[in-house]
């Protein structure tokens, strides 16, 4: 017994002793680091895309989170697709802000990749005729045509009236 506490002894004596600047430096340290977190500012994600001009060098420019409206309105792969009186307009696509309707399936918006006036791609997540699906899907305008490519798949469109 009376070694163990001839033992014990000087660790106590070690441990009641003032810290060495680096060890209070490292305490200091270590306080710092366990304080709570005040004040963080979080930033909003990235709105920002890269695109070319005209004479090769780059801009960053905010990104469009919706469809842009020169994309928008209803589409027919035939005339009969844009009658509204017809109940098969099966080749009908009705482009909104965020989503495409077809005939049995819709595509609500899920991420942007790049958003000119005349060109839109983005990220879909498709729902229709009892499945789910997504897809990356690119829409190109020229004109009154807009055409769809999704998949490795090219479907051209007409405005309708």
Do not use: H
């Not at 340290?29 to 070319?52: G, Y």
């Not at 595509?107 to 000119?116: I, N, R």
């Not at 229709?128 to 798949?153: F, I």
């Amino acid at each position: 017994m009376k070694t163990g506490l001839a033992l014990l002894l000087p660790m106590v004596l070690l441990a009641c002793q003032r810290p060495s600047t680096n060890d209070a430096s490292a305490a200091e340290e270590q306080n710092r680091l366990d304080a709570p977190v005040k004040d963080v500012e979080t930033l909003p994600p990235d709105e920002t895309a890269i695109v070319s001009t005209d004479n090769g060098a780059t801009a960053t420019v905010p990104a469009s989170t919706k469809i842009p409206e020169s994309l928008q309105g209803r589409w027919g792969m035939v005339p009969a697709d844009c009658d509204p009186a017809r109940a098969d307009n099966k080749g009908l696509m009705t482009v909104s802000a965020d989503r495409l309707a077809f005939y049995e399936s819709r595509a609500t918006l899920e991420k942007v990749a790049s958003a000119d006036p005349d060109r839109f791609s983005g990220d879909f997540s498709f729902s229709g005729e009892g499945q789910s699906w997504k897809a990356k899907v690119t829409l190109t305008r020229q004109g009154d045509s807009l055409t769809r490519e999704e998949d490795g798949s090219r479907f051209t469109y007409r405005r309708c009236a």
